[in-house]
Every structure is written in C-alpha cells, then in structure tokens.
C-alpha cells in the first residue's frame, strides 16, 4: 500500500521488537545456583541451594540431594567432589554418589580444596583432610578455631590456606607449621594464580591483592575506588594474565600484566546479584545470579549511546569525513566516537524538518530524504541545499547511485527519478499509477535497462519497459545482488533469494533469518542482515545461516573499513567484525555421551550386558552455543540412519553379541560422529555348550524312535499272524453255521409267510366288511378309502397303500375341483392328505392347506384318524360358509397343539357371527357344533375389538370314546 504526500511515515511507523526484550544472557531454569564449573568432558556442573546439577547442553540431571548447600563442586580424574553444607559426596562417572564425609550440627561445610590425593575441607570450626587414597581413616583433623560463617579456601604447593574476614592463613599439610596475616579489607575470595605458582589472587572488598609464598607478603596489584565492590574472582579461560572480576554486580575483565580493565563482549544487562563466574572451554559465560544465566561468546560490542532517544531501530549510520552521523526520523545528529555522546544539527534538522528515511555518501557530498523531499546537507557548515523541487516535492524512500554523479531517487508517488548531481537536473525515469511507494531500486548488472524495484506490495523487474512482478504479498524493502542472483528483504517475510535464467526465475526464502529485515549488506561472499529481533549473516557459498537473537531491532548497515556498524531501536551501538568473520564465531567442540544407562542405572560401556537388558544412550555436544539449533541422529548396528531432529536420546533393546552405536550431531555448519560399542552376553541357551546338549538330546531322541520303530514292527507282525491264523478258524466255523442257519430260516420265514398272509387277509376282510364311520355322506367314499389306506400300513402292506393313496389323490382332485374350485387349491389339499398318510410312519403329520394362495399351516400333533377326519370336515366347513354365506375375503387359520389339545383358530373380519350361529340346525354350521360335541371339544367365537371375529375349536388329545366313532356308525347329519 502506497504513502500518499498526507500519508504515514513508512519507517518511523514500523514496529521495533515484536518479542521482550531478553538482553544477551539466556537463562537456564535453575534457581539459585551458587557455584559452577567443567569437567573434562565437557559437562557444566551447578550447585544450588539443594542439590548438584549437571548439564550437557539440553538436559539437567539432579545429583547430591538432601545434602543441604552446595558450596564447591570440584572435578578431578573421573570424579566429581561435591562440599555441600552438610557432607562431602564424591560422585562417578556413572552418576553414582559416596559420601566421603558427614558434618556435625553447628559445624558446617564452607568450602572445598583438592592437593595431589586430600581433599581439605573447610567446616566452621575446623580444618580437616581426607585421604583418597586410604578408606580405613576417612579424615584427619589439621586446625581448630572459633566458628567463622563465610570462610575460602585454596592450596599452594603444600600449603592450605583459608581466608575469614581479614584474617588469611596457611596451614603446612606435612609440618602442620601456620602462618597468618591481616588483610587491610575484607577477603572476598580467593584465586591461585597459574602464572606464577608461588602466588595466590586475594580479591578484598575495593581491592586486589597478590601473596607471595616465599616473601610472605601481600602485594597490592589494584586499587578500586569506594564505589566499587568485588564479590567474586575467575580466571579467564585459555590465559593466565587475566581475572574475571564481579564488580558491582557487573562482569569485568582485568589483566595482570597491564593491571587494567579490557573491553570484553560478553554484555550482561540484569543486576542481580552473582555468586560465582565460570568461562567454559567453548568459550561461554556462566553466571550464578538469581537464575543460571549463560553468555556466548561472540565479537559483537554493543555500546550505550548517550542523550540519544528511542529510534525506529532503522536509523541511517554514516561515516563523513571522520565522522560518524545519526540520520533517523529525528534528524541528524553528530556522534562523538569516544564519549560516544551525540549532538544535533540544529540548522539541518530545521531546514529538512527531520523525518529523514534515506542517506548517502557520494564523491564528498552527503544526500538524505524523507518525508518532506531531497535534500543535500553540509554537516560542517550546518548548511542545507532544498534539491526537493528536481522530484516534485515528492516523499523520499530511497536514494541509490547510477554512477559518480548520477542518483536514484525512490518517491511515494511519482516513481523514481535520476538526479545529475554536477548541475542538479533531474529526469523521471520510471512512473507508473499502479506502482507507488517504491522504498528500493537496483540496477541489474549496471544496465538502466535491466532493473528492480522493491515495494510494499511486491518486487517489481523492469526489462526494456516490461513489467514483472514478484513476491506480491511481501513488502520488499532493500535490495542487494550477486552475479545474477538477488537477494530481497522484507519486513514479515523474512529474506528471499532470487534467481534469474534467461526466462526462468527461482525463488527460495532462507530459513533461520526471522520476519522482519531491516537491512542487508554482501561483501565478498558474507551477506549481513539486520532484523527487529538482532543480527546476523549468511554465507552465500556454504548457505549457513548465523545469528545473534539481541532482543531489540538494529538498523542500517555501515561498512567501516574492518568493521560493521549499526544503530538499535533502544540507542545502543553495534559493532561487529566485518565480513570475513561471523559475528559468532564456532570453536572446535566434541560430541560426547551424557548418560549410558541400563535398565535405568548408570552403567560402565565396558561391562557386558545380559539378554533382555534396556539400554538408554543421551548424547550431547560440549558446546553451549545456541544449543536448542543442535540436531542429531543415529544408526543402530546394520540398521538405517533415522533423520536429524533434536532428539538426542535413544533406547533400544539391544542385540546379542556386540552393539555398534553411531551418533551423528550438527552443530551449525559442523558434523560430529562418535562410535559406541558395548557387548550383550549370549543367553545359555544359544551358547555352545547348550548347542553341543541338544545335538546329543536329538541323537539320542532318533535313537529311541529307531530302536521303537523295530521293536513295534516285529510286535506288529508277530500279532498278526496270531491273528491271521485265528480268523481262518473263524471263517471255517461260520461257514458250516451259515449253513445251518440258512437252512433253519428258510423254513421259518416261509411259515411266518404264510401265516401273516392269512392274518392280513383276515384283518384286511373285517376292515372291508365294518361298518365304517360317515362324518358326511358326501365324503364317505373318501372316508372310507383313508380307512383303507391306514389299516393296510397298520399291518404293513405299503405297497398297497400307496397304490391306494395315488387313486384317493385322483378321487380327491375331482371332488375338490367339483365342490369348490376357487376356494381351496386342489393340488395343496392333495399333497396335504398324502403327506397325512404317509407320515404315520413317524405318528406325525402337518397338513397345509392354501386358500387363495395364503398357506395355511397345521403344526405337527399326535395322531388320530378320527380327529383328523372331523378336523377336515370342521375346516371344509367353516370355510364354505363364511366364504359363500359371509363373503368374507380376509381369512387366517392356524391350527396348534397346547398341551394335551389340539386347537384351530379362524380369525374372520365380520361381528355377525356369534356362538348361537352354531346350534341353528338350518346352517351348515351346525355339523361343526355337533363334531364339536362329540369330540369332546369346546366351540368359541370371540370378537376383539367389536371388528375381528375368532371360532376357536379346542379339542382335547387321546381321549378314548374317540374310538367308538367308527363302530357306532353315527351320521351327524341326522341327528
């Protein structure tokens, strides 16, 4: 979006930090830690005010607890010695503790020395040495004194010497000879100084203090005044000429040999109070203050500028002349570069009204712009040349140069102008209304034909007046190239490199920068960047990505012979090396292994493992620089590597025999690879002594069957001859039996053949010449047959009753077909009755009837002919008459067996038909009340809901007048 003339002021408007403001330390969640140190690993050690702390870079493990204070944590050959208040506790590289010694009540711990193999511990009240060499005496005493409350203690040749108050004193271990002096001040601390190892560093309240051990004198190397307070002294590491010294709460570095302060870059803003002071091999500060607070080293200086007021943190800083001016929406202003105070140009900043958003330096002349047009200044004389009326009194966003004498000016609104510097003419060279707010422009490869414009709604290309754009949703504010590769930053899109190939364009955004780009500049192959949040650079060979996270936004870039400056947002001034270096230069760090655990315990590498057991690797780098952008991976034995992430543990279930671990690490443009082997015991089953068991177990297991085999073969034949002979004897035996039995049959059958046919044509002869039963005369001849066909399967003759059933079914058909053809399907009825007669072999019968193709369905009962005979009759009945008489249409049957009787249901939709309807002897309904009675059965008609009409026949099974049915000879008709 384009400024308008009334519009807002593009750089003063932009924000300055998005996130707090963290200063350089980055503090580690550790509360009160009161010493640190190193061990030759590369872990940091902190003890707090309850227990120890190791750290290796990503993790804290917790050692030493329950101990009370922890006062000096020394390490030494594997071992770290631990002097906490209430005992001494020596700690192994697998993390397990031994306590060395436990102090009395009132009589704590204060401090801890290690001299060739005794550690001498300094207790309140006394002095006293252990022995690591010999466990059977775990100390001896060497000097008693009143109780003291702060004491230090350090070791010289072969001398112990304390500090309490103003007293110092050193204790002879062989002679136990003492020799005290007074210190004019308090005794702060104490230091043994490594270049001279007959001295010892004495830090008192305001001063420093050398002690000789042969002289026996103090010797006062610096004098601090009143207002300044040392509380701590540290050596600084890879040097033994120089301390670091806690002053005021403050870090300074002093050198012995100079005896004077010298600048430093570890910049520290907090002002709590600090405990101790340790500078790692990998070059950073740790600070025990409130919290662990951690400094990397880096050669960036940041300086306090007075009497300067908050900037936009996109000030201008340009060198003129040997001097070094401040450009920015407040004017100009002229900084003194040793007060490093700065003064305004009164005459200047009235002329331009401030608001300044460009500078620069061509051929000895200086030139700014901003909001109310271009100017060209003379800091000298604080004198000014109005050169806005060349480009219309238009906002100035940026100025670049052509040539010697030549100027692009970027406007708000009418394009970029050239600007002759030698007569002060102008010309517009590009305007178009949909392009405003042009805040960058650069020739590519010196061509006026070949350019590109950055602005707040995209990156413009003009190539012999055609127009391309890129980035559309970027706001690009500076523009740099290389060759034919640009790089453009923007302010919430971090910074873009663009590639062009003839037609084609490549565009990749650079990971690791942040959001909002300041300024940018590329010397050689180093491209710096400025950013809202701090600093940075990025290696245009390598791609590495370095930066320094400030917390505040630093400005525009100025190259200064070696060196490279800016101006932050809050008034500082930052100053770094130039471009052959990082601002954050790497040392040389390892990889190492933090923690080797086996099934949760610290364990050995050497040590073999047994199957099953749970291994646990955390790794780690000795470096403590920006630790979080570390990233790992790892290979197990034959298996893939897994990708990098910042996972630096494993655990695994390893395999037998030995386990190769390899650990890969990145540590910026670093790789580290460490190897880790360790050794699983084979189980005793796979061992060779268990594989030579079971070669044996299986001959001797192929023997056995072997020797079972043979045994059971000659069994097997042996028997079977026994058997063979035996079945002979059988066969002859039954051979003359059969025979006889033949014999003897033959006879029997054809008697009882004999007989039964004269017995069958008996029975047969009084069935036929019984009077038989008539339910209805129209029905006898089938009645009778159905008797027929059931007294000659009585007795046996099937094939007679069969040719009997296949007449009856014929007989059946006709009549069906006569009496009521569209009522019952005939072929149903026929297969019913066949199916009754046929399955009196199983005394079960289901009979289906089907009206109207509706199956009606007869459950399977005991059987009974009579009721059988009658239940056909009841059904023919009812069915004609509700069919012809009621012209019902609707009709569902359904005949069950509960219990001892036989119940048929028919549900009809009529509530004319009532039980009186049955004992009308003018209805044929009539037959069915008088079946009813003389089965014994119950008649009902139930009406539910006054709409449905139910005729319920219940009749009771195995009742025995049944029988009389067919001997009485009663027509029902006639009664």
């Known amino acids: 979006m384009g400024i308008s003339k009334k519009g807002i002021l593009i750089y003063v408007l932009m924000f300055t930090c998005f996130l707090c403001n963290n200063s350089w330390a980055s503090e580690l969640s550790i509360t009160l830690p009161r010493t640190i140190t190193q061990d030759s690993d590369g872990f940091i050690w902190v003890g707090t005010q309850t227990n120890v702390k190791r750290y290796d870079g990503h993790h804290f493990t917790s050692l030493a607890k329950h101990y009370g204070y922890i006062n000096k944590v020394i390490n030494h050959q594997q071992i770290t010695y631990v002097a906490a208040s209430k005992a001494v506790v020596a700690i192994n590289k697998q993390l397990q503790e031994t306590v060395l010694f436990q102090a009395q009540p009132n009589n704590e711990i204060l401090d801890l020395v290690l001299s060739e193999h005794y550690l001498y511990v300094l207790l309140q009240k006394q002095l006293i040495s252990i022995n690591l060499n010999k466990t059977s005496k775990p100390h001896y005493v060497l000097y008693s004194f009143n109780s003291i409350t702060n004491g230090r203690i350090t070791a010289l040749n072969k001398e112990i010497c304390f500090a309490n108050l103003k007293k110092f004193t050193c204790i002879n271990s062989k002679t136990k000879d003492t020799f005290t002096l007074n210190s004019p001040e308090t005794i702060r601390d104490l230091l043994v100084d490594k270049t001279r190892t007959s001295d010892i560093i004495i830090a008192t309240q305001h001063s420093l203090y050398q002690y000789d051990y042969y002289s026996r004198y103090l010797t006062l190397v610096k004098h601090f005044n009143n207002n300044n307070k040392i509380t701590k002294v540290a050596r600084v590491a890879n040097t033994s000429t120089k301390l670091w010294l806690v002053i005021n709460n403050q870090i300074k570095r002093f050198n012995l040999a100079t005896k004077k302060f010298e600048k430093h870059n570890f910049q520290r803003q907090l002002t709590s109070r600090i405990y101790d002071i340790y500078q790692s091999s990998d070059n950073t500060l740790w600070l025990a ?74 051929n000895g002349d200086l030139f700014v712009g901003g909001y109310y047009g271009l100017f060209k200044i003379e800091p000298n004389d604080d004198t000014v040349i109005n050169l806005s009326a060349l480009i219309n009194y238009d906002t100035v966003q940026c100025i670049r140069p052509i040539n010697s004498y030549q100027l692009a000016i970027c406007t708000a609104n009418n394009g970029v102008y050239f600007v002759n510097t030698k007569n002060n003419t102008a010309k517009k060279y590009f305007s178009n209304p949909s392009i405003v707010s042009i805040v960058d422009f650069l020739l590519e490869k010196n061509d006026v034909n070949n350019v590109w414009i950055a602005t707040d709604v995209g990156l413009y290309h003009l190539s012999n007046k055609h127009l391309t754009r890129y980035l559309p949703q970027s706001h690009v504010i500076r523009l740099v190239q290389q060759n034919n590769t640009l790089y453009a930053a923007t302010i919430g899109d971090g910074l873009y490199k663009i590639k062009r190939f003839d037609q084609a364009v490549q565009i990749n955004k650079l990971n690791g920068i942040g959001e909002r780009v300041n300024d940018i500049v590329l010397k050689d192959n180093m491209l710096t960047f400025t950013t809202a949040l ?289 009522i019952i399907t005939n072929t149903d009825i026929v297969s019913a009755l066949q199916l009754l007669i046929m399955s009196k072999l199983s005394q079960k019968f289901l009979l289906h009837i089907e009206y109207t193709n509706t199956p009606i369905f007869l459950p399977e009962t005991e059987k009974n002919s009579h009721i059988i005979r009658c239940l056909y009759k009841c059904i023919y009945e009812l069915l004609t008459y509700i069919i012809e008489e009621l012209s019902i249409s609707t009709i569902n049957m359904s005949l069950t067996q509960v219990q001892n009787s036989l119940s048929l249901t028919i549900d009809i939709e009529d509530n004319r038909l009532t039980l009186a309807s049955f004992n009308d002897q003018n209805l044929s309904l009539y037959q069915v009340a008088l079946l009813a009675y003389k089965l014994e059965a119950t008649l009902a008609v139930e009406s539910q809901q006054n709409k449905n009409i139910s005729i319920v026949l219940t009749i009771p099974l195995g009742v025995q007048n049944q029988v009389n049915f067919i001997t009485n000879n009663v027509n029902f008709k006639d009664e």
Not at 552 to 568: E, F, T
Not at 755 to 768: A, G, R, W, Y
Request: positive net charge; glycine residues 4%; aromatic residues 10%.
């Open 534 to 822: 701090g600093m940075g650079t990025y290696n245009t060979i390598t791609a590495q990505v370095t930066t320094a996270p400030l917390g505040y936004s630093v400005g525009r870039i100025l190259v200064d012979v070696n060196q490279q400056k800016a101006i932050s947002s809050n008034g500082k001034l930052i100053t770094w090396t130039s471009h052959s270096q990082a601002p954050l230069k790497k040392k040389q760090s390892h990889l190492h292994l933090s923690n080797y655990l086996v099934n949760g315990k610290n364990a050995l590498l050497k040590t073999p493992l047994d199957d099953n057991d749970f291994v646990e690797l955390i790794f780690s780098t000795n470096t403590y620089r920006a630790t979080e952008l570390h990233t790992f991976r790892t290979k197990i034995n034959d298996h893939p590597w897994n990708q990098f992430s910042s996972i630096n543990q494993l655990s695994f279930l390893p395999s037998w025999g030995e386990n190769t671990i390899i650990i890969q690490a990145k540590n910026g443009d670093t790789t580290l690879t460490k190897k880790i082997q360790f050794y699983v015991n084979y189980p005793w089953y796979v061992s060779n002594i268990a594989k030579l068991f079971y070669g044996l177990l299986l001959l001797y297991f192929c023997y056995a069957l072997l020797l079972w085999f043979v045994n059971n073969k000659r069994k097997f034949i042996k028997q079977q001859n026994k058997h063979l002979s035996a079945i002979e004897k059988i066969k002859s035996k039954n051979k003359q039996n059969l025979a006889k039995l033949i014999k003897k049959s033959n006879a029997i059958i054809l008697n009882n053949k004999r007989s039964i046919e004269l017995k069958n044509t008996q029975v047969m002869s009084k069935i036929l010449d019984a009077n038989t039963y008539i339910c209805e005369i129209d029905y006898q001849p089938i009645v009778e047959k159905i008797d027929s066909i059931s007294a000659l399967i009585l007795i046996g003759q099937y094939d007679k009753a069969i040719d009997n059933a296949e007449t009856l079914s014929n007989d059946i058909q006709i009549t069906a077909a006569l009496a009521a053809p569209d």
């Open 289 to 362: 203050a409130t919290t662990l607070e951690k400094y990397p080293q880096t050669n960036i200086l940041v300086s306090n500028i007075k009497n300067l007021t908050q900037t936009s943190g996109m000030a201008w800083f340009i060198h003129y002349f040997a001097q070094y001016l401040i450009i920015d929406a407040n004017g100009v202003h002229r900084l003194n570069n040793q007060t490093l105070a700065i003064s305004p140009y009164k005459n200047i900043n009235k002329l331009t009204q401030g608001n300044l958003y460009s500078a620069l330096a061509l």
